[in-house]
């Protein structure tokens, strides 16, 4: 028998539950779970999907140099401090690997996304949770937490699950507090349906501790390709680059987000719709005895009066054909996220958590 094991922290590791797309016995489901965009991608990125199938015999590019530079048109960035990865996971992985290791310590917060804590072990490194403020990141709370042992603090902004997020004072204030020894990772997945803000990327280029994690998987509607990018300092970045694989992302996927990208004027849309529906949502569970924070995201976060009834509306969604998210495991178990879908599933969702409300069971 073999006697190898992993190494240090790994089977502490609790897989991933991603959001359900099925249910058992209903064959039209609308999938509510995961945060994805209901209109799907571009038109120009198909057609840039499309046109890549002619090119699989062909290695990518090793330095992204296409994408990295669409990205830093749009946004007005620097495209030598732009790295893209599988998806922002795989940035998140490489800023643990790269400055993580056992002793070391990660700040995330109590409702913060799981990819933190399983990167953070992945690396031998120890998690550290940090209370919010009804729903909110606490700065102050954070930097309380702070020790020698402390690389990263992780931040989503907006956060998921709770969809709340700070200001820029606040953000500048975190980065400022934090020692020598530590990074400020600002995880910008849903700064794409915040209108007028930048994911922190001003931040970025005023200090030499803060890095910006962005996505394709949510407004650009790419999710399933896996292409996310991090902007943050030089020196970091070219840390980054040592340890990324050098054709980590396909020529396909490559192609289809630098089409993504330049299709502002889609993106645009997605955002306007998003943030209608949002509020058409919100005021809807509201008129039924059910409250949400402030999303700036594209989901809302439904509480409910306690675990057993947010279970018990979700199993009534369920047999509705909707599927929602189930919290518990962010230490949320009163609440549900629900995707904001497009018109027709806002409305049935919320035609069908006011029947669950009116009794129906
Ligand atoms: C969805 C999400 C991501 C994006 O992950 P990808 O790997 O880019 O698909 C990152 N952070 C948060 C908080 C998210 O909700």
Known sequence: MTQIQPQPGIMQIELYQGGAAHVDGVSEV???????????????????????????????????????GAIADVHGLDADRIICGVGSDEIIHFLCQAYVGPGDEVIHTEHG?????????????????????????????????????????????P??????????????????????????????????????????????EARDNVVMTRT?????????????WGYGPRA????????????????????????????????AKCRAENARLRVWLAQALAEHGVQCDTSMANFVLARFADQAEAEACDTYLKS??????????????????????DESSCRRVAHAVGQFKGGAR
């Open 320 to 341: 509705q054909g909707l599927i929602v998210r189930r919290v518990a495991g962010y230490k949320l178990p009163q609440c549900l996220r629900i995707t904001v879908g």
């Open 159 to 204: 956060n998921n699950p709770t969809g709340t997020m700070i200001g820029g004072n606040e953000l500048a204030r975190l980065a400022e507090g934090l020692p020598d020894h530590a990074l400020l990772v600002l995880d910008g997945a849903y700064a794409e349906y915040v209108d007028g803000y930048d994911g922190g990327a001003a931040l970025v």
């Open 236 to 267: 970091i970045i070219d840390v980054l680059n040592r340890i990324r694989g050098p054709f980590n992302l396909s020529n396909t996927a490559l192609a289809t987000a630098e089409a993504a990208v330049r299709d502002q004027a889609y993106a």
């Open 216 to 228: 394709f998987s949510k407004l650009y509607g790419l999710g399933g390709l896996r292409v996310g």
């Open 113 to 157: 996304f799981a990819m933190y804590r399983i990167s953070t072990l992945a690396a031998g490194g120890t998690p550290v949770e940090v209370k919010e403020r009804d729903r909110v990141t606490d700065v102050d709370a954070i930097l309380a937490a702070v020790t020698p042992a402390t690389r990263l603090v992780f931040i989503a902004n």
């Open 30 to 68: 609308v999938k509510l779970s995961s945060n994805e965009n209901p209109f799907g991608p571009s038109e120009a990125a198909i057609e840039a999907f499309r046109r890549s199938g002619y090119e699989l015999h062909r290695y990518p590019s090793t330095d992204h140099a296409g994408l990295r």
